[in-house]
């Protein structure tokens, strides 16, 4: 089965709007034409850094710009957008007056993980889906400021191997495949449900000095292996590469770590709430998973200014719930409730 066809079919088992379709495919457009763009790499000259940054204050890579200019212009013409707001925009993107208008706003990071792209370690694209009441005569960041319970899709493509694009409506997680003889994704993983206990985690282990106690207890527990407080072995990975880390827990369960530190905290974390955590809190959520900031749900933190940064840690339900009461331990020793 075809993207589209997957599309299709679902909008007659669950009566979704046909605008929405029209976005996502879109979307799985412009992930085909990043996905075209990074193929020849070094021999596209699309490799290395420019001298601008964004309004993170982050260097950006050429393919950053490439990739945000894809999504641009593979999705303004769509007619179902009132306006688009991406990790590489300083403000948000108004749809084209030559273009019709409609309810939905797409969020996107174009291509997360870019600081491995020239050393061809797998990268991706991020994207949420919002619903607006009605069409704006005009939009401004109030109108997009919302939680991320309100998402109605969220997804990512991965370009690795193969290139996948993993999309929820909020009916379940799937997977598709890019068939290059045919220029189509086409379904491989249907339901993706995530274990709800976990074998190995992901986390940045040189940032273990600026780690809050409960992290570097449940990070010290997992290490310790089968003599220590948890009884068995752990796996540590870390790629640097939000969408890679996120597609393994998918896949086979673990759990990912960003969490607030010494460093971070003054930012509030360091992974963008509206186009990085909240999409892929929804994506685990649909399979089973859970998206925690350590100290609440992902998809409930209200959102107070576009490039808002939080926490996160996601994962397999028992581990996001055990990272959880570590917090709530350690606050209360901090308040002196407990001892």
């Not at 993207?3 to 996502?24: A, H, K």
């Not at 993980?113 to 797998?122: A, H, L, P, R, T």
């Not at 998809?299 to 570590?326: F, K, M, Y």
Request: net charge negative; charged share 20%.
């Amino acid at each position: 089965m075809t993207y589209i066809q997957f599309l299709l079919d679902e909008r007659r088992r669950e009566d979704s709007d046909r605008d929405l379709l029209t976005l996502l495919h879109s979307v799985a457009t412009a992930c085909k034409a990043v996905s075209n763009s990074l193929k020849n790499g070094a021999l596209a000259d699309v490799l290395g850094s420019l001298e601008t940054e964004n309004i993170q204050g982050e260097t950006q890579k050429k393919l950053d710009v490439i990739a945000n200019d894809i999504f641009l212009r593979r999705c303004e013409f769509s007619g179902v957008l009132a306006a688009m707001v991406s990790e590489e925009m300083d403000e948000i993107y108004d749809i084209p007056s030559q273009f019709p208008k409609g309810r939905y706003v797409l969020l996107f990071d174009p291509l997360d993980g870019s600081s491995n792209i020239d050393i061809n370690v797998s990268v991706g694209s991020i994207f949420s889906v919002l619903r607006l009441p009605g069409i704006p005569d005009e939009i401004t960041y109030e109108t997009v400021l919302r939680p991320g319970v309100e998402q109605v899709a969220a997804g990512y493509a991965l370009y690795g191997p193969s290139t996948m694009l993993v999309l929820s409506t909020g009916n379940g997680v799937h997977g598709f495949t890019l068939d290059g003889s045919i220029g189509e994704f086409r379904l491989t993983h249907r339901n993706i449900v995530m274990p709800e206990n976990a074998a190995e985690f992901a986390i940045n282990a040189s940032r273990a000095n600026w780690w809050e106690p409960p992290v570097q207890k449940y990070v010290a527990d997992c290490v310790a292996g089968e003599h220590g407080p948890r009884g068995r072995y752990f796996n540590m990975r870390w790629i640097a590469s939000m969408v890679a880390e996120v597609h393994r827990i998918l896949l086979r369960g673990g759990v990912f770590l960003y969490p607030i530190d010494e460093e971070n905290c003054a930012s509030g974390g360091k992974l963008r709430l509206l186009y990085e955590a909240n999409p892929m809190a929804f994506l685990v959520e649909q399979a089973g998973g859970a998206g925690s900031t350590g100290r609440a749900r992902i998809l409930e933190v209200a959102p107070v200014s576009p490039h808002q940064r939080v926490p996160v840690i996601l994962g397999s339900t028992n581990e996001v719930d055990l990272i959880d009461r570590l917090h709530v331990e350690y606050d209360l020793r901090t308040v002196g409730i407990i001892a």
